[in-house]
């Protein structure tokens, strides 16, 4: 298949539904891992310990945003456009910049998270943990080349091996050395990571860095650039969390944080698994479509429909069966998250809608715009979480947290429409509005309702959601056989 006819199909569902399957599934057994990990790391440290792990990775994720310069997303759409030029001599030259830039980068961020130990209290642990900034910084670096290359296969196999590295080396950790040896093994399970990675990657193209040649690094300025707005904005994403979750640790401590982290997990991290095949094949297809409104548009809602379909009866399941779940994902002493994960489940519905959407200004290199927009979404939540949770508690959290997810929807929609042109299809509007009610009815039930009627009426709604979802695609596909597989406008 030539490149101009691959790219007709990557507007296609059948695409969309691949490489959202190939991520998603493999996401999905990475979820089954994790799953494993967090319910022996619940038994063994407790909400406390879950509280410190997630203070701690809030940390080092906020310092990396911080000195990142956003190489870990810029690089994608640099190295996405060399290979579509055949040309192996500059991407081999890049890739020595991108890898010369993260390099720098983990230098400087891991230099700032060591200097930043000396204003806590567990001054140690942070001095441990100080080098996963600047592991970050080079996987996140390694990564973004592949992706660029389109080495999906080996994004996938990198996700999977890190997932049981991860396991395997911190829960032996935590049973010998409890609440001690958690800075250990978060440092330690970081570095099999950047082996598995640099394995893995330098396998195609050798590793080659040098952070003193000026050539190589005055090359990286445009990715640099694109990337700022990127920085800024995990900034303010990191810092908004870091907020969050502190703000709740003075409120009633690293129980509550435990708790709080709990019920995100459970609703956003573990749904978002559908959304795993954004930033990896999504988003080098829409920058090769950006100049095209028509072709943007229908890749875009193309990779909505997906998206939202899938999630849909994944959420309304995690909904009704939340409390089985968190006693098997966890202890039964975290099923006080259950109300907070339940009512955070709008949040992941709003993303699925609007993700797709706020990639635009990246995809531009408008990254003033994607910066201002993100500032604007964080500033939101790190107001109203806080806030909701210290007037009705955890429940409170996921309300606000939903409310989020609505803000940041509404807010891509209405600017990049007179910006960029975009426009929503009207075509699958009534079945978004169905899946919306079929899951606010689930989490009505849930709320409100016993566990035999919740699993009763849930159970109605779930089979309900699952029938939409396959009769729509299915429309869909047969659509697309009779236009010979190129994606046709809406």
């Excluded at 406390?48 to 203070?55: D, Q």
């Excluded at 192996?88 to 230099?111: H, M, P």
């Excluded at 968190?326 to 907070?340: S, V």
Aim: aromatic residues 12%; glycine residues 8%.
């Amino acid at each position: 298949m030539s490149q101009v006819e691959e790219s007709k199909n990557d507007g296609t569902i059948k695409h969309v539904l691949k490489y959202t399957g190939l991520f998603g599934g493999v996401q999905g057994i990475n979820l089954l891992v994790n799953v494993l990990r967090n319910k022996l790391t619940a038994i063994l440290l407790q909400e406390k310990g879950i509280g410190l792990i997630t203070l701690f990775n809030t940390l080092v994720i906020f310092i990396n945003n911080a000195t990142n310069f956003g190489i870990s997303f810029s690089a994608i759409k640099h190295v996405s456009d060399l290979f579509e030029t055949g040309d192996d001599e500059k991407i081999r030259q890049f890739i020595k910049v991108v890898r010369s830039w993260c390099l720098l980068t983990a230098i400087l961020g891991t230099s700032i998270c060591v200097l930043a130990s000396f204003f806590y209290d567990n001054q140690l642990d942070i001095l441990i943990i100080s080098p996963i900034v600047g592991i970050l910084a080079i996987t996140s670096g390694e990564m973004a080349i592949l992706k660029g290359l389109k080495q999906l296969k080996r994004v996938a196999k990198i996700s999977f091996w890190s997932a049981i590295s991860t396991m395997f080396v911190c829960v032996p950790l935590y049973y010998y050395l409890r609440w001690s040896g958690i800075s250990l093994a978060l440092l330690l399970s970081n570095i099999i990571i950047l082996l598995i990675h640099l394995n893995f990657s330098t396998r195609i193209y050798s590793y080659s860095a040098h952070i003193f040649n000026k050539e190589d690094l005055k090359q990286g300025f445009p990715m640099i650039k694109l990337g700022v707005g990127y920085i800024i904005a995990g900034i303010f994403g990191s810092g908004a969390e870091y907020f969050i979750r502190e703000s709740i640790n003075q409120i009633d401590g690293e129980g509550a944080v435990g708790l709080y982290s709990c019920g995100y997990v459970m609703m956003v991290q573990y749904a978002s698994v559908v959304l795993a095949s954004l930033e990896t094949d999504f988003f080098p297809r829409l920058t090769q479509v950006i100049d095209s409104p028509k072709r943007m548009n229908i890749t875009i809602e193309r990779q909505k429909e997906v998206c939202t379909l899938l999630l849909s009866p994944m959420l309304i399941f995690f909904v009704i069966a939340m409390p089985f779940l968190l006693r098997l994902f966890y202890t039964g002493n975290f099923l006080t998250a259950m109300p907070m994960a339940i009512c955070a489940s709008f949040y992941i519905f709003f993303k699925a809608l609007a993700t797709p959407v706020a990639y635009l200004p990246l995809a531009k290199g408008h990254a003033k715009t994607y910066m201002v927009n993100e500032l604007v979404y964080d500033i939101f939540i790190a107001l109203t979480i806080p806030f909701a949770y210290r007037e009705y508690g955890l429940m409170g959290a996921g309300i606000a947290l939903s409310l989020g997810g609505l803000f940041d929807y509404l807010l891509v929609n209405i600017i990049y429409r007179y910006k960029y042109k975009y426009q929503m299809s009207f075509r699958l509007l009534p079945i978004y509005v169905l899946q919306f009610v079929l899951l606010a009815t689930s989490v009505i039930v849930a709320v409100n309702y016993s566990n035999q009627v919740c699993w009763l009426v849930g159970g109605g709604v779930l089979l309900l959601s699952i029938i939409l979802t396959v009769l729509v695609l299915m429309k869909d596909r047969r659509k697309e056989k009779r236009g010979n597989g190129v994606a046709i406008d809406n």
